[in-house]
């Protein structure tokens, strides 16, 4: 089986490295999808939800939260150097979900006093908690649930 090894680095470390048989990223162009032996690219990210197809069951699919960064793949080793990142399982939705009202009140501020840097800054903080808030909502749709009979 032809496979690829998967990395997601960020300042504070290696967050995600595993094989898969399929990405999807974003690029400030639009979607791209990454498959095994695919040729050498160097591309820039933007906030997106990562999706990789790990190569040990055909419904194992990891979400990654993704603020921005590179991509690289070459020689079947896709290497993303991100700001930051978190996997859904990681994510604190209500923490997000903080963020988000933080961000909102900023953008708010920062246009009644005119202030444009500061309004940019605070979509961009708009944009990673939604990111955030999406990736965790929805891993509870994506992951299977068991239940247990009594």
Do not use: C
Request: net charge neutral; no cysteine.
């Amino acid at each position: 089986m032809t496979q690829m090894t998967v990395q997601v680095v960020t300042p504070d470390g290696i967050k995600y490295d595993h094989h898969a048989k399929y990405i999807s990223v974003k690029t400030p162009d639009g979607e791209i999808g990454i498959l095994p032996n695919h040729i050498n690219l160097i591309a820039p990210l933007v906030i997106h939800e990562m999706k990789i197809r790990r190569i040990d069951d055909d419904n194992h699919v990891d979400w990654i939260a993704i603020n921005g960064g590179i991509m690289e793949v070459k020689d079947n080793l896709v290497t993303i150097v991100a700001d930051s990142a978190e996997r859904s399982r990681d994510i604190d939705v209500s923490r997000a979900q903080r963020a988000k009202l933080r961000a909102e009140h900023e953008i708010e501020v920062a246009q009644t006093t005119h202030n444009i840097d500061e309004v940019q800054r605070a979509k961009v903080a708009l944009r990673r908690a939604l990111n955030r808030i999406n990736v965790g909502k929805n891993r509870l749709f994506r992951e299977p649930v068991f239940y247990l009979n009594k």
